[in-house]
């Protein structure tokens, strides 16, 4: 065979095969960046410090943190508690949601405080949601950790009760409405793991509606001489009897408690296409409000509050 052919098939031989270009597979959008990138990257930040006996544990949140400018700046992805004592407690946050560009659309806060119930030390913590740089109020939750000798434990779910601590492992929490706030008697069994949350109001015996105390931020203002508008003043919570009553601007009047329908619910947040995430909810169906109009004593319906001089926020 002739040595320049020879040559040729031994270059040919030795040659490395040709690469065919792969089919790229349509993966699904993370997520999370799952690794830091040139625009995201991680950091921890320690949002509270509880002393134990012979310890000190630290809440340390994950924080996924983008660029000034984005849409959201950063995101909480997870909490845990530090200390000698293992992790009783640890959590991961709701989805956030990251453009294509690497940008994140929106994001999670947690802040956290110090509470204290008598000698039981704990914290509560604030989950708030940003879309878009902007703080959406009226889906925030809160969380209560508890400390059981030298662990912090969660005692109850995330959930929309909150308010200040009162003795007895109670707090007020506040139920916003149109008109005004009702507040909301609530208990947390420290003894208890997850499932510490109780709603604990006054009862009406005859009716059985929960007595919830109120708080107006605004009046309407009401002109004295303006017409009069017929209410129905109801003479029971439940009762059907009403008389019709002529209310003017003139009219005193006086607010009592709200009688309702009270409750803890499985309910949940959500947002674009992230999963949804649960939280226990205050569920509240008002009934009747107790009212003291001209001197007499009543109870009216919400087709009234205006008549009545209440404002609605809606």
């Known amino acids: 065979m002739d040595r320049v052919l020879l040559f040729w098939l031994l270059i040919a031989a030795l040659a490395p095969a040709p690469v065919l270009a792969a089919t790229p597979a349509l993966a699904p959008t993370p997520v999370f960046a799952p690794t830091p990138t040139e625009r995201l990257h991680r950091v921890e930040r320690v949002l509270a410090e509880v002393p134990a006996k012979g310890d000190t544990l630290r809440l340390v949140a994950t924080v996924l943190r983008g660029r000034i400018g984005d849409p959201c700046?950063?995101?909480?992805?997870?909490?845990?508690?530090?200390?000698?004592?293992?992790?009783?407690?640890?959590?991961?946050?709701?989805?956030?949601?990251?453009?294509?560009d690497g940008a994140l659309e929106t994001g999670v806060g947690v802040t956290a405080a110090s509470m204290a119930w008598g000698k039981v030390r704990g914290l509560v913590l604030h989950r708030t949601y940003v879309h878009s740089g902007f703080v959406e109020d009226?889906?925030?939750?809160w969380r209560y950790l508890a400390l059981r000798g030298r662990r912090l434990v969660a005692i109850s779910p995330w959930c929309d009760a909150h308010g200040q601590a009162l003795p007895g492992f109670r707090l007020m929490g506040v139920k916003p409405f149109g008109w005004f706030d009702a507040l909301i008697p609530t208990r947390l069994h420290v003894g208890r793991h997850h499932e510490g949350l109780a709603l604990v109001p006054e009862k009406d015996r005859a009716s059985g509606l929960a007595l919830l105390p109120i708080a107006i931020s605004e009046m309407a203002e009401r002109d004295s001489a303006g017409p009069a508008s017929p209410i129905l003043l109801y003479r029971g919570p439940t009762a059907p009897e009403s008389d019709t009553v002529l209310?003017?601007?003139?009219?005193?009047?006086?607010?009592?408690?709200?009688?309702?329908e009270v409750g803890l619910a499985d309910g949940t947040r959500a947002w674009g296409d992230r999963p949804p995430w649960h939280v226990a909810e205050t569920r509240v169906a008002l009934r009747r409000l107790e009212v003291v109009v001209g001197g007499r004593r009543g109870f009216v319906e919400e087709r009234d509050?205006?008549?009545?001089?209440?404002?609605?926020?809606?």
Request: charged share 25%.
């Open 73 to 100: 700046y950063e995101t909480i992805e997870s909490l845990r508690v530090d200390g000698r004592s293992g992790q009783p407690y640890a959590e991961g946050m709701p989805s956030a949601s990251i453009a294509k």
């Open 247 to 260: 209310v003017s601007g003139a009219t005193p009047v006086q607010f009592g408690k709200a009688y309702a």
């Open 305 to 314: 509050f205006q008549a009545l001089g209440l404002e609605t926020e809606e």
């Open 138 to 141: 009226q889906r925030a939750d």
